[in-house]
């Protein structure tokens, strides 16, 4: 079946610097990702749309200019936390649709710890 | 974008059935209803999807009446490992813009 691979897993940085999370479909192209976040012990909580080739779609709320996120290929998106502050660490986890219909492909998530 | 809505819990021993139903009262036309299932730490896993009626797969039902403002997920004889949160997920095919509900702890004991 289709799988969504996110990497890293998890990571643990400085206040004042950037994570790059990629996420990857290993077995189909994705035109549209969707990424979200998700504090402890709350749902998850969409943050942007992910458009290969061309600006991301984000959600209310979220800084464009902090979550900066690219979609450079079919298979390929990013999410790069910049400048990243101690309110940052939480659960990150991206998706894709696959055919239309089909039900959407999780990743299973980064967690950013930021000190 | 149709709303859900959930319990926030439920409790079952081992062996037992687990109904959980969703409300989605503004449920469009071209929605499609999808259960997943959440671990700690761990993304959402596919469950079941469905349209209307009854759709079974190897782990769980799938149970919407004909006018499709709620859903039903089945769990048979769940398992200790069955502890999750599940959520239930409407959208149609290109499922943008969804907003996850708060989901449904299910806690399974010997």
């Known amino acids: 079946g289709a799988v969504v691979s996110q990497h890293p897993s998890w990571v643990i940085c400085k206040s004042g610097t950037s994570v790059k999370i990629e996420c990857r479909s290993l077995d189909f192209q994705a035109t549209t990702m969707f990424w979200y976040r998700q504090f402890p012990k709350q749902s998850l909580m969409l943050m942007a749309t992910s458009n290969e080739g061309s600006k991301a779609t984000y959600e209310q709320g979220v800084e464009k200019d902090k979550f900066l996120i690219n979609h450079a290929s079919l298979t390929l998106s990013t999410l790069t936390v910049t400048s990243a502050h101690p309110e940052d660490s939480s659960f990150y986890i991206c998706?894709?649709?696959?055919?239309?219909?089909?039900?959407?492909?999780f990743g299973n998530g980064t967690r950013l710890t930021v000190t | 974008l149709a709303k859900t809505t959930q319990p926030i819990s439920m409790d079952s021993y081992e062996g037992q059935e687990v109904n959980i139903t969703c409300s989605h009262n503004n449920i469009a036309t071209n929605d499609y209803i999808t259960w997943y299932q959440q671990f700690p730490s761990q993304g959402p896993r596919f469950i079941i999807q469905g349209y209307k009626t009854k759709v079974t797969n190897e782990v769980a039902s799938l149970f919407i009446p004909a006018d499709r403002k709620s859903s039903t997920l089945s769990l048979p004889r769940v398992s200790l490992s069955d502890t999750a949160v599940y959520y239930c997920?409407?959208?149609?095919?290109?499922?943008?813009?969804?907003?996850f509900g708060a989901g449904t702890q299910v806690v399974v004991t010997p």
């Open positions: 997920l409407v959208g149609d095919g290109s499922w943008g813009k969804l907003q």
């Open positions: 998706s894709a649709p696959g055919v239309y219909n089909s039900p959407l492909h």
